[in-house]
């Protein structure tokens, strides 16, 4: 994990797209400045509009200039970026203007980089063109966006169709979340702490909670989020991934295929959610107008161009087990949404209390510590602890406060990188370890598919909820039933 980046050529497909202009080239900027990128690595945008090359440096250059702090851009490093890029236009389902990307190579030797920043509808035709016009080699890698498919069949199709001209060890699968620093912090605390890592099992731990919570709507994505829904949309990547970074067993070293192993293990012990688990181990929920930061927001079903029958889900919450040994009997309690009052995706780890309690019996259900791993909007990781209320008159009150490692001011100098920077440049050092290998994103679909399939026959509707609420008032019964409650009502 420690080689130096190697230049490459990347080819972006999509490259005019939202992804590209709001996260990839601002991620790829950084990367140039802090000299991360190797001389001889060249951009090449493709797209189906027609631009001129300087047109295109343009538009990027103006993308980077409302989306890179006034503080971190100099003419000197957005020159030197820019100069980095061409541009091509090339109808991407058919073989013919395939030759531009050849052309572009002009035979050199640098390996290519594949991002494909489309559809995933659109992963099999580029493939095979690029593969029928001669662009790629042994050393060719591909990037791949999320979601892969709409259910295992589909992921299926999809995953063959690029398997069919790329190898796995040359297929990088982007879950962002992966590339979060907190979430690589999750590898070190648990694996390098003994404080921690003696204590994640079900001996120690009572219970675990995560949280994936958005502030937005659909964000004028009605034709892709409706026949999508939340459980698609972020429980079957970014959920499932927090969760196998949670539970998953220390591989055996930190390469890629050890890290994947174990995260596999997890997806193939997580209980599925059937028969009358339907009914007290998840809520399905939609959003109805409300106020989200004291803003008038309007439901589900009023917004632009809603089909105003629809039954998909912008909520889910619901409670699963990890079926071995270190986890038997702990419940992991998961939830997502839009239209939440904040915008929060947190990891809180709940440990036991001790057995033999000897403080206020008042204040006994303070006794536990708690492990917070904050992924946004801040990144850090808080431990809970309990100690002694100050003050000659409190007795031996307790009190619970934090042990707090936030990132901004341990490290007050660094920027914390986006995860797309750390992906990015993973995927140029040829490092799979923070990717989605196939079986992955299978066993996650199985698992989802059959969630799906029992709504579906059950013909379970979401329940309501009001737009900058945490959800279903059945939401919070599902976890309180069990004698615990979500992070924020304690």
């Known amino acids: 994990m420690t080689e130096e980046t190697q230049a490459v050529d990347l080819a972006l497909f999509g490259a005019l797209g939202d992804l590209a202009l709001r996260k990839l080239y601002v991620a790829l900027y950084h990367l140039d400045r802090e000299g991360l990128l190797a001389d001889e690595t060249r951009i090449l945008g493709l797209a189906r509009q027609d631009y001129e090359?300087?047109?295109?440096?343009?538009?990027?250059?103006?993308a980077l200039e409302h989306r890179v702090d006034a503080s971190e851009r100099t003419e000197e490093s957005m020159v030197r970026f820019l100069?980095?890029?061409?541009?091509?236009?090339?109808?991407?389902?058919?073989?013919?203007?395939?030759?531009r990307i050849t052309d572009w190579r002009d035979g050199r030797e640098v390996p290519m980089v594949i991002y494909l920043s489309v559809p995933a509808s659109l992963y099999g035709d580029i493939c095979k063109h690029l593969s029928g016009a001669n662009c790629l080699d042994e050393?060719?890698?591909?990037?791949?966006?999320?979601?892969?498919?709409?259910?295992?069949?589909?992921?299926?199709?999809?995953?063959?169709a690029i398997g069919a001209v790329f190898d796995e060890s040359s297929i990088y699968r982007i879950d962002h979340y992966l590339g979060k620093e907190t979430v690589q912090n999750l590898l070190a605390l648990r694996f390098a702490n003994p404080l921690f890592g003696d204590q994640w099992n079900q001996s120690k731990i009572s219970h675990v909670e995560i949280t994936v919570a958005e502030t937005v709507g659909i964000e004028g994505r009605?034709?892709?989020?409706?026949?999508?829904?939340q459980l698609r949309d972020m429980v079957q990547n970014h959920l499932m991934q927090l969760l196998c970074m949670i539970a998953m067993d220390p591989p055996s070293n930190l390469d890629s295929d050890s890290i994947r192993d174990e995260k596999v293990k997890v997806l193939k012990a997580l209980r599925p959610i059937e028969g009358d688990m339907l009914d007290?181990?998840?809520v399905r929920g939609q959003y109805v107008s409300g106020s989200v930061n004291g803003k008038q927001v309007p439901g589900y079903l009023e917004e632009e161009d809603a089909n105003t029958e629809s039954r998909t889900e912008t909520f889910v919450a619901f409670k699963t087990e990890v079926s071995n040994w270190r986890w038997a009997g702990v419940p992991f309690y998961l939830r997502t949404g839009k239209r939440m009052p904040q915008k929060l995706s947190q990891i809180v780890i709940h440990f036991r209390p001790q057995s033999h309690y000897i403080f206020d019996p008042d204040q006994r259900s303070l006794a536990s510590n708690k492990l917070v791993i904050k992924l946004q909007p801040e990144e850090g990781i808080s431990l809970q602890v309990l100690t002694k209320d100050s003050g000659l008159d409190k007795g031996m009150r307790l009190r619970q406060g934090p042990l707090n490692l936030d990132f901004h001011t341990a490290f007050p100098q660094a920027r914390i990188p986006d995860a797309y920077e750390r992906l990015l440049l993973e995927v140029m050092k040829g490092q799979q370890y923070l990717f989605v290998r196939r079986d992955e994103v299978e066993y996650a679909w199985r698992w989802v598919d059959t969630l799906i399939e029992g709504w579906e026959k059950r013909g379970v509707a979401p329940k309501r909820y009001p737009a900058g609420s945490?959800?279903?008032?059945?939401?919070?019964?599902?976890?309180?039933?069990?004698?615990?409650?979500?992070?924020?009502?304690?």
């Open 83 to 99: 100069e980095r890029l061409d541009y091509a236009q090339v109808d991407f389902t058919t073989l013919e203007g395939y030759s």
């Open 470 to 490: 945490w959800g279903p008032v059945s939401s919070i019964a599902m976890i309180t039933k069990d004698g615990y409650s979500w992070y924020e009502d304690y």
């Open 280 to 282: 007290t181990d998840v």
């Open 139 to 160: 050393r060719s890698r591909v990037v791949v966006e999320k979601p892969i498919g709409y259910d295992l069949d589909t992921s299926i199709e999809i995953n063959d």
């Open 53 to 62: 090359p300087d047109a295109f440096r343009a538009r990027v250059r103006d």
């Open 222 to 229: 009605w034709g892709y989020f409706d026949q999508a829904g």
